[in-house]
């Protein structure tokens, strides 16, 4: 049987994990053979805490070992906790950054991220994209809250260069159609999130 | 041109700004704007001027940076977003209604130029300040939904999306960790222990803030000291001394 | 996250820029314009050659397509900066400067240094002060030892640019001397 000291490595090397991931702003693959190691871990401490319980019935003050595996058992939860919830930032902040859309996170086209999330997170970014679209309409279509705010307008007019078809786009100045490799000037706020998502580029 | 009037009789209804006549400039430009004046050297004029009265878009300016500084969600401002936002759409139907007309001049078209830049750079200001709250609701949503003292100082939507953001992160929590985990340990309010924070992320309350005093006023820090604040002194102090003064605007966060 | 990472700890500069803008500059128009409503106040009418007072940003939108020369503020000239300079380069305490001068001194150089008075001397001038004024502000935060701090005449971007560093220091001495 494992020493308490050894109980709670896995739960490092987790937070290694998010730790590893925010230093080089990319999201690994989501960890479930160690997520669910630790999860198993969790479960083995179950049983020696209530073994030191029950063995101690009468003692006044909880025994020194069941601390220590009480105290593992606390810190094992939060690591999972903590890994789980840095994944789920890292991706809303990524959700927002291509224009509060769930096509360039989860479509066919984008394997890069999709492969990487577990189910429950593909789940979590649709009711997020939910809520978010929920608290959009109630600001105006015109205002639009999930357009850029890093970017305060200079040019009201952009020069854009098509690099894959968007088809017909509504603009200012009436409907165009974007093909690959043509050019426009338009106005900035309507194919802003187009350039954001890499339709087209700025020239 | 009619177009020209409905332009005019539209800002006829605000309260400053108004051009005294041909040629000179603007008679009521609030004294902040002027030539960017140094802040006021307060020992030497005894006689304090209050704040200079603000147009809707400097409230609005001055309540995003304040949000983006302190720590904790600050009261909303709903009424002055509706109004703003309001102006928004008329200047946007007034600009749409002139860039259809075919008889528009060379300075119109400067003008209907000059209009769609300012509506975007006020668009951008109102969109900053929405996420800025919307992130701190986020990351707080679990302390909101408990709290209704914070509850009362955000709008029916941001409420909303609390409650649904924190649903949403239980719900994450509970389907990749908590419900493999023994009973016993699956619950997501543990009591902080020696090692632990607690579960439950609140407002860092206590955090460093630089406060611009508007007017004279005295801040009282958690500790129980008394600060003085000269109206146009910067002074570095924390949030929670100040959280009663930004409300009320008698200090700004810069 | 709503708020992209660059956003959550400070204001950027280009978000500085965009309030600094909003302040009034005088402008010599090239074109007329009636007097016409905007969101945030009536400006004009622009009679050429009279002078008149208009937004930042609006001054800088009619300058880039020429169609208006921009006086410099009191302040955005040699002599002026020069004296300061000397103050600030003699005294402990940092001189009083518009606050946003960093902001606007920035934009106005960029798109109208041909309306400006040696725009060169200017940039050096700038730039001086704002060395001064760092190293003060970095002294001022070796020197960190009360819980509340008088920071007068400190300009915009330059607390933003120390608002990390003085956050820091005032949460660590926080921690070192918990509330009685």
Request: overall charge negative; some cysteine; charged content about 25%.
């Amino acid at each position: 049987m494992s020493d308490a000291r050894q109980y709670g490595e896995l739960a490092t090397q987790l937070v290694t994990e998010s730790r590893r991931s925010t230093q080089t702003d990319t999201l690994l693959k989501y960890n479930d053979s160690l997520v669910r190691s630790i999860i198993r871990e969790q479960r083995d401490l179950e049983k020696v805490a209530v073994a030191h319980v029950l063995a101690s019935a009468d003692a006044i003050t909880p025994p020194p070992p069941l601390v220590i595996v009480q105290t593992a058992i606390a810190r094992n939860k939060r690591c999972l906790l903590a890994y789980h919830n840095h994944r789920i930032s890292f991706l809303c902040t990524l959700y927002w950054s291509l224009g509060a859309s769930l096509p360039p996170l989860l479509s066919a086209e984008s394997t890069s991220i999709r492969a990487k999330l577990s189910p429950h997170e593909v789940d979590y970014l649709r009711s997020y994209h939910a809520s978010v679209m929920t608290f959009r309409s109630e600001f105006s279509h015109e205002l639009d809250i999930t357009a850029s705010i890093t970017q305060p307008p200079k040019d009201l007019h952009v020069l854009v260069h098509v690099v894959r078809d968007c088809g017909v786009i509504q603009t200012e100045s009436g409907s165009i159609d974007f093909r690959m490799g043509r050019r426009f000037m338009v106005r900035r706020s309507d194919i802003e999130h187009l350039i954001v998502q890499g339709y087209l580029e700025e020239v | 041109m009619s177009d020209v009037h409905s332009w005019e009789a539209e800002y006829s209804g605000a309260t400053s700004h108004a051009a005294s006549g041909p040629s000179m400039p603007p008679a009521r430009a609030p004294a902040s704007r002027q030539n960017d004046q140094p802040m006021p050297d307060v020992r030497i004029n005894e006689q304090k001027e209050p704040p200079p009265e603000e147009t809707p878009l400097e409230k609005l300016t001055r309540h995003w940076m304040n949000e983006r500084h302190a720590p904790d969600i600050l009261p909303a401002q709903d009424r002055l977003l509706s109004s703003l936002l309001d102006h928004i759409r008329r200047q946007s139907d007034t600009i749409q209604l002139l860039r259809g007309d075919p008889s528009s001049s060379e300075e119109d078209h400067i003008r209907i130029m000059l209009a769609q830049t300012e509506v975007e750079r006020v668009k951008f200001i109102v969109r900053s300040y929405v996420r800025t709250r919307l992130f701190k609701i986020e990351n707080y949503a679990r302390y909101i939904i408990a709290n209704e003292v914070v509850q009362r100082r955000i709008t029916a939507a941001e409420r909303d999306y609390a409650s649904r953001h924190a649903h949403l992160i239980d719900r994450h929590f509970y389907s990749s960790v908590l419900q493999s985990l023994p009973e016993s340990q699956a619950g997501l309010d543990d009591v902080p222990s020696f090692i632990m924070p607690p579960m439950i992320t609140e407002p860092e309350t206590t955090r460093a803030v630089f406060a611009h005093a508007r007017k004279d006023t005295i801040a009282r820090t958690p500790e129980g000291k008394t600060v003085d604040l000269a109206q146009g002194s910067l002074t570095l102090l924390s949030f929670a001394a100040v959280a009663d003064l930004v409300a009320s605007g008698d200090v700004e966060l810069v | 996250m709503s708020l992209p990472p660059a956003l959550r700890a400070s204001v950027t500069p280009p978000e500085l820029e965009l309030i600094a803008c909003q302040e009034l500059v005088e402008i010599i128009p090239l074109i007329a314009m009636e007097k016409t409503a905007f969101i945030s106040g009536a400006y004009g009418p622009l009679r050429p050659p009279h002078r008149a007072q208009i937004p930042i940003w609006m001054a800088v939108n009619l300058k880039q397509k020429k169609k208006c020369h921009i006086l410099a503020p009191a302040w955005l000239t040699v002599d002026y900066l020069q004296e300061k300079l000397v103050h600030e380069t003699t005294q402990a305490e940092f001189t009083k400067l518009p606050f946003r001068f960093a902001e606007i001194s920035r934009v106005l150089l960029d798109v109208a240094s041909d309306d400006l008075q040696s725009p060169d001397k200017l940039r050096t001038l700038l730039k001086d002060l704002r060395e001064a004024r760092q190293a003060k502000a970095r002294a001022g935060l070796e020197s960190l030892e009360h819980s509340t701090l008088g920071l007068s005449n400190l300009s915009a971007m330059e607390i933003n640019e120390i608002r990390p560093f003085f956050i820091k220091a005032m949460s660590v001495l926080g921690q070192l001397r918990p509330g009685e």
